[in-house]
């Protein structure tokens, strides 16, 4: 039998703001622990929090960039639960009257293009960090990440596989780092997914039982979660068993997922209006401000590669799938100032393998945007070659040297000087008179043999157009 | 009217351990409580919103303004246990 896997997402982003949610404690990311806490965000008896006005901009920000209706009024709640990393015991979120609902993004892959809804988007706070590293087992809380102001974005369960899955995410990566929500930096757990999965056999309406796998930082562990646990769904019901609603843990290491709690154990979170804080009510004129903010989102940036320069799409949605990448891009092609295709074939190229060999992304660049536009000019003008200027690029992405420099240090200035290469390709027929007898007999192939061994004989640094004018003079 | 399942189950909420006579008390006066509130289904409420808060106060906020943090040994003072900056508690999963 065929399954269909059904996944919902629960995306939560860090704001971008410099500090917590209802105190004036920084955001920053690395101090010592407990440094960035005061009597608010540990919810000490009498401490009254207080709403940052960036977050509430920085929500509508998402919402609106995700097609969702921004609720004029919408209020705080308290979801209560027990848990070290939660100071007072309960956390501030949003519970029926969400800042943003009833959105939704596009997604383009192999199956064409699909939308996927997004139910809502509200305001909460992070919890802190529990270590595990004390010697004697016992649990360390430290609460600098308390109180941060986060936003949960759920969608639709409109994801049928681990790829849409990916695709998804990743637009909502992009369109945070183009708004500025959010820097989304994942290494530091600012952007966290939570998969809900269930699987059902193909063509059948009703929906399976679904589990929950929470805190998931890296897209390849979306991707490998969702994978193992829709294959493991699969075989319990292929093997007459039942799926039990639980939530599971997502194991990076050993690409496994075990049980963590079951229903019977799930929370009953008596969410209640918090008292400590009032509604937050949106006049229509301060969202339509908002929207005015709003920057060229990743869709229609691709679209103006794609309408004003000729890229292809596939490449027009990769290079604007990342800001940073989209910024780079867009500098190289201004200072080039030549086809952007021709920037494009690059990056799509020669940047991306650096990408896959180095884990890398567009923020890592060593060199600004105007060295790679000086080493394209530098291939156009003949001082390089082609194959010499993917050996300097190389060599750049390592060190951040500037081209021209590099092109001098590794010796690759492409000989055009008609005398010097004249000389070259008189020894190199010397050498090869078969081939040159050959080519006068007709066989031309032998033409690209010779240009070879010119090729070879100046390491790769002779003009080829010129080497193959000057052979066909001689020959 | 609740039960003393009901009782058990608020109470295993709100992490409380209670002894069998405390459970029949419990369950007698807080059954009383909700009674005794329970009045208040009889005003028709159709027309009315709900109360997100019972001040009439909409919007409060603060700038994003960074302001100093508490001194990590003040935090730390009433701490039943500590270690290396951090609190200290029973280990968890």
Same mark, same amino acid.
Request: aromatic content about 8%.
């Given at each position: 039998?065929?399954?269909?896997?059904?996944?919902?997402?629960?995306?939560?982003?860090?704001?971008?703001?410099?500090?917590?949610?209802?105190?004036?404690?920084?955001?920053?990311?690395?101090?010592?622990?407990?440094?960035?806490?005061?009597?608010?965000?540990?919810?000490?008896?009498?401490?009254?929090?207080?709403?940052?006005?960036?977050?509430?901009?920085?929500?509508?920000?998402?919402?609106?960039?995700?097609?969702?209706?921004?609720?004029?009024?919408?209020?705080?709640?308290?979801?209560?639960?027990?848990?070290?990393?939660?100071?007072?015991?309960?956390?501030?979120?949003?519970?029926?009257?969400?800042?943003?609902?009833?959105?939704?993004?596009?997604?383009?892959?192999?199956?064409?293009?699909?939308?996927?809804?997004?139910?809502?988007?509200?305001?909460?706070?992070?919890?802190?960090?529990?270590?595990?590293?004390?010697?004697?087992?016992?649990?360390?809380?430290?609460?600098?990440?308390?109180?941060?102001?986060?936003?949960?974005?759920?969608?639709?369960?409109?994801?049928?596989?681990?790829?849409?899955?990916?695709?998804?995410?990743?637009?909502?990566?992009?369109?945070?780092?183009?708004?500025?929500?959010?820097?989304?930096?994942?290494?530091?757990?600012?952007?966290?997914?939570?998969?809900?999965?269930?699987?059902?056999?193909?063509?059948?309406?009703?929906?399976?039982? =679904?589990?929950?796998?929470?805190?998931?930082?890296?897209?390849?562990?979306?991707?490998?979660?969702?994978?193992?646990?829709?294959? =493991?769904?699969?075989?319990?019901?292929?093997?007459?068993?039942?799926?039990?609603?639980?939530?599971?843990?997502?194991?990076?290491?050993?690409?496994?997922?075990?049980?963590?709690?079951?229903?019977?154990?799930?929370?009953?979170?008596?969410?209640?209006?918090?008292?400590?804080?009032?509604?937050?009510?949106?006049?229509?004129?301060?969202?339509?401000?908002?929207?005015?903010?709003?920057?060229?989102?990743?869709?229609?940036?691709?679209?103006?590669?794609?309408?004003?320069?000729?890229?292809?799409?596939?490449?027009?949605?990769?290079?604007?799938?990342?800001?940073?990448?989209?910024?780079?891009?867009?500098?190289?092609?201004?200072?080039?100032?030549?086809?952007?295709?021709?920037?494009?074939?690059?990056?799509?190229?020669?940047?991306?393998?650096?990408?896959?060999?180095?884990?890398?992304?567009?923020?890592?660049?060593?060199?600004?945007?105007?060295?790679?536009?000086?080493?394209?000019?530098?291939?156009?003008?003949?001082?390089?070659?082609?194959?010499?200027?993917?050996?300097?690029?190389?060599?750049?992405?390592?060190?951040?040297?500037?081209?021209?420099?590099?092109?001098?240090?590794?010796?690759?200035?492409?000989?055009?000087?008609?005398?010097?290469?004249?000389?070259?390709?008189?020894?190199?027929?010397?050498?090869?008179?078969?081939?040159?007898?050959?080519?006068?007999?007709?066989?031309?192939?032998?033409?690209?043999?010779?240009?070879?061994?010119?090729?070879?004989?100046?390491?790769?640094?002779?003009?080829?157009?010129?080497?193959?004018?000057?052979?066909?003079?001689?020959? | 009217?609740?039960?003393?399942?009901?009782?058990?189950?608020?109470?295993?909420?709100?992490?409380?351990?209670?002894?069998?006579?405390?459970?029949?008390?419990?369950?007698?006066?807080?059954?009383?409580?909700?009674?005794?509130?329970?009045?208040?289904?009889?005003? +028709?409420?159709?027309?009315?919103?709900?109360?997100?808060?019972?001040?009439?106060?909409?919007?409060?906020?603060? +700038? +994003?303004?960074?302001?100093?943090?508490? +001194?990590?040994?003040?935090?730390?003072?009433?701490?039943?246990?500590?270690?290396?900056?951090?609190?200290?508690?029973?280990?968890?999963?």
């Amino acid at each position: 039998m065929n399954y269909e896997t059904v996944i919902g997402l629960e995306i939560h982003a860090e704001l971008a703001t410099n500090t917590k949610i209802f105190c004036g404690c920084t955001t920053a990311f690395g101090d010592k622990e407990n440094t960035h806490c005061c009597p608010v965000c540990l919810g000490l008896p009498g401490a009254l929090p207080v709403l940052n006005k960036k977050v509430i901009e920085y929500a509508v920000k998402a919402g609106l960039a995700t097609n969702c209706q921004i609720n004029g009024f919408s209020k705080l709640d308290r979801k209560n639960y027990f848990y070290p990393d939660l100071p007072k015991a309960y956390q501030i979120s949003q519970y029926d009257q969400p800042l943003c609902e009833e959105g939704y993004l596009d997604i383009k892959g192999d199956f064409g293009s699909k939308r996927i809804g997004i139910t809502r988007i509200h305001i909460e706070e992070d919890a802190g960090k529990l270590l595990h590293e004390a010697e004697d087992g016992s649990t360390l809380v430290d609460y600098n990440r308390g109180g941060v102001p986060l936003i949960e974005i759920v969608s639709e369960p409109d994801l049928r596989s681990a790829e849409e899955a990916r695709l998804y995410a990743e637009k909502i990566k992009a369109i945070l780092e183009y708004t500025e929500v959010s820097d989304c930096r994942m290494q530091e757990g600012s952007l966290r997914f939570d998969v809900n999965l269930s699987v059902r056999p193909e063509g059948n309406s009703v929906l399976g039982t =679904r589990t929950e796998m929470k805190n998931l930082n890296s897209f390849r562990a979306l991707v490998n979660a969702i994978e193992d646990e829709s294959k =493991r769904q699969i075989e319990v019901l292929e093997s007459g068993g039942e799926v039990v609603q639980e939530t599971r843990k997502w194991d990076d290491v050993t690409g496994k997922n075990t049980s963590l709690r079951s229903k019977e154990e799930a929370h009953d979170y008596r969410y209640f209006p918090e008292p400590d804080l009032v509604p937050v009510v949106l006049e229509e004129e301060y969202i339509e401000r908002i929207r005015k903010e709003l920057p060229e989102l990743p869709d229609k940036r691709a679209k103006r590669y794609v309408e004003e320069w000729g890229l292809p799409e596939y490449d027009a949605g990769v290079i604007t799938a990342s800001r940073p990448m989209a910024v780079f891009f867009e500098e190289c092609v201004k200072s080039y100032g030549g086809d952007p295709k021709t920037v494009s074939n690059w990056v799509m190229g020669e940047l991306m393998r650096l990408f896959n060999e180095k884990g890398a992304g567009a923020e890592d660049i060593p060199f600004p945007a105007v060295y790679m536009a000086d080493l394209l000019k530098l291939v156009d003008d003949g001082t390089v070659s082609g194959s010499a200027a993917k050996r300097v690029f190389t060599e750049m992405f390592e060190t951040g040297e500037q081209p021209k420099k590099l092109v001098e240090r590794l010796g690759l200035l492409q000989i055009s000087d008609e005398e010097a290469l004249t000389g070259i390709i008189k020894r190199v027929m010397e050498k090869n008179p078969q081939s040159v007898e050959d080519y006068r007999a007709g066989t031309k192939k032998a033409l690209g043999f010779l240009v070879g061994q010119t090729m070879k004989e100046t390491k790769g640094k002779a003009n080829p157009a010129l080497v193959n004018n000057i052979l066909k003079k001689l020959l | 009217m609740i039960t003393k399942e009901d009782v058990e189950y608020v109470a295993g909420l709100a992490r409380l351990e209670l002894s069998g006579q405390e459970k029949e008390e419990f369950t007698k006066t807080l059954g009383n409580i909700l009674e005794y509130v329970k009045q208040l289904e009889e005003v +028709d409420t159709s027309s009315v919103q709900p109360t997100a808060h019972i001040l009439p106060l909409i919007n409060v906020y603060r +700038d +994003d303004e960074v302001e100093p943090s508490t +001194d990590r040994e003040r935090i730390l003072a009433n701490a039943p246990e500590k270690l290396n900056g951090c609190f200290k508690v029973p280990r968890v999963i």
